[in-house]
């Protein structure tokens, strides 16, 4: 029997085999644990994190609000780092909850994906 977990790196290396970020159009990449969630943003041609962000240290409220600042935060950086077109990468998870709440947040703050 597959785990839940097998499950989502089998999706995950699928993915990863379809896109990979660039210096013009890096990959946003997104992990969720139970409790946090993290949003990168990676150039996979030098292997470099250009921009992070997290919901550690937040204020308490509701995952998918939380999610959804991460997402605006994210988008801000880029923003600021000169990034504005990126390609979504939801890591093996279902697009749906937390993740569509990141992605539709960094759209709403000015990131083209």
Known sequence: MVTKNERRTKIKYRIRNKISGT?????????RSNKQIYV???????????????SQGMEKMNK??????VGELVAQKA???GISTVVFDRN??????????????????GLKF
């Open 40 to 54: 990168q943003v990676i150039d996979d041609d030098q292997q470099k994190t250009l921009v992070a962000a997290s």
């Open 79 to 81: 923003i600021a780092a």
């Open 92 to 109: 093996g998870y279902l697009y749906h909850g937390r993740v569509k709440a990141v992605a539709e947040a960094a759209r709403n703050a």
């Open 23 to 31: 210096a013009e159009r890096p990959r946003m990449s997104v992990f």
């Open 64 to 69: 998918s609000e939380q999610a959804a600042k």
